[in-house]
């Protein structure tokens, strides 16, 4: 019974090493190339591919192998993503409105943040982000307010596997950062200056769950000399502390 056990994980970790080979870049991928980024021969792959085609959690298109419908429709039915979402969506809109840019819902993932929930206006310009998206948390307005509010071992865990750099203004030296999630701590807003990425800036803040811990963060993101980050600042907080009022109040 103990060898099958194992041989049943082994199998799961090597389908789920498959599914995770896929990146933002990356949508489609070869057997060939699925092999290397798994460590695993090419018949395995095959093999392990045709069975989470059945399933539906990937597709062929001709030679290639992407990630199929049902990952999606999996994805819909997380319960913590979708009370959120559907909670803060009434906020994310009235936002979205008053300053007329696009506005981020994401929570925290281990070191990264995640975007369950993006509204864009159709004045603002095209933003990179994207629903279902990750960058490391230390490099984005969301990720330093949630981070500015997180337990202290959420928040060594993160300077404890590094601080990459993602633009030229990415904060990487863990005392640099500290101080700005104390400064955070004491406005409930936190800013990003091109530090996920060259020409983008974003104001954030921290929205809190029942229990006041830290569940998520918004915010309302632009292009370098289009948004006034620092005016857009006061919007943000407010709609933030109206959805954790909301969600605190659904305890009840």
Not at 61 to 89: I, M, Q, T, Y
Not at 183 to 207: N, Q
Not at 210 to 228: C, K, Q, Y
């Amino acid at each position: 019974m103990r060898s099958t056990q194992l041989n049943a994980r082994s199998v799961l970790d090597r389908a789920f090493a498959i599914l995770g080979a896929f990146t933002t870049e990356d949508r489609e991928l070869g057997i060939s190339e699925l092999a290397r980024r798994t460590d695993m021969a090419k018949s395995t792959v095959h093999r392990l591919v045709t069975e989470l085609e059945a399933h539906g959690m990937v597709e062929r298109r001709g030679k290639s192998v992407v990630l199929g419908l049902h990952l999606f429709e999996l994805g819909e039915l997380v319960p913590r993503k979708r009370r959120l979402r559907d909670a803060a969506l009434p906020y994310m809109a009235d936002l979205r409105g008053a300053t007329r840019q696009t506005v981020h819902l994401a929570v925290l993932d281990g070191t990264e943040v995640v975007y369950v929930e993006i509204l864009r206006h159709s004045d603002a310009p095209a933003l990179p982000s994207r629903v279902g998206g990750r960058l490391p948390a230390h490099a984005t307005g969301v990720g330093k307010a949630i981070l500015a509010f997180a337990q202290p071992e959420v928040v060594e865990n993160v300077m404890r596997t590094g601080l990459p750099r993602l633009a030229e203004r990415t904060k990487t030296v863990p005392g640099v950062l500290r101080r700005e999630l104390a400064a955070i701590r004491a406005t409930g807003i936190a800013y990003d200056y091109e530090e996920s990425r060259a020409g983008l800036v974003c104001a954030a803040s921290p929205v809190t769950g029942p229990d006041h811990e830290i569940v998520a963060a918004l915010s309302v993101s632009g292009w370098t000399g289009r948004l006034n980050v620092r005016r857009m600042a006061p919007a943000v907080r407010t709609a933030a502390l109206a959805l954790s009022r909301d969600l605190g109040a659904s305890r009840h």
